[in-house]
């Protein structure tokens, strides 16, 4: 099981905001030991998200669907509602390169990740 995710980002604020309106994932306490401008979120039970604040951030240019990316299960049945409030808070949607027999679709966040959104209850392997 994956315990965090630590990701660079160029405003801890705005990507903070970005993840709770969006994947509605709810900041945690973080710890006090950072030296630098941070939030960790909840994604799941024990699996959290971290953002560090880190100066000139760039992405790298492999961000893409044959390239990295993080991927999470999600209802389909929400997809449209998460699809719109993305839109609405800056990120960019993705149509997927190849055929799956499964709903899925992409988005680039405004730090310019790219995350794969699943139907959730398929199989994991993609």
């Known amino acids: ?5 630590t990701i660079a980002v160029r405003d801890v604020k705005t990507s903070a905001a970005f993840f ?11 710890p006090n030991n950072i030296g630098r401008p941070a939030a960790w ?5 024990n ?6 604040e880190v100066d000139d951030f760039e992405p790298s240019p492999f961000e893409q669907e044959f390239g990295r990316h993080f991927a999470f299960f999600y209802p389909l049945e929400q997809f449209d509602e ?5 839109i609405e808070n800056g990120a960019e949607l993705i149509e ?3 055929p799956t027999p499964f709903e899925r ?11 794969e959104i699943v139907a959730a209850g398929h199989a994991a392997a993609t």
């Open 1 to 5: 099981m994956i315990a965090h995710l």
């Open 20 to 30: 709770e309106n969006t994947l509605q994932w709810p900041p945690i306490d973080r």
């Open 41 to 45: 979120h909840a994604i799941a039970s």
């Open 47 to 52: 699996q959290e998200l971290h953002l560090i």
């Open 82 to 86: 998460l699809k719109r409030r993305l």
């Open 96 to 98: 997927p390169l190849r």
């Open 105 to 115: 679709f992409f988005f680039r966040n405004p730090d310019g990740y790219i995350f």
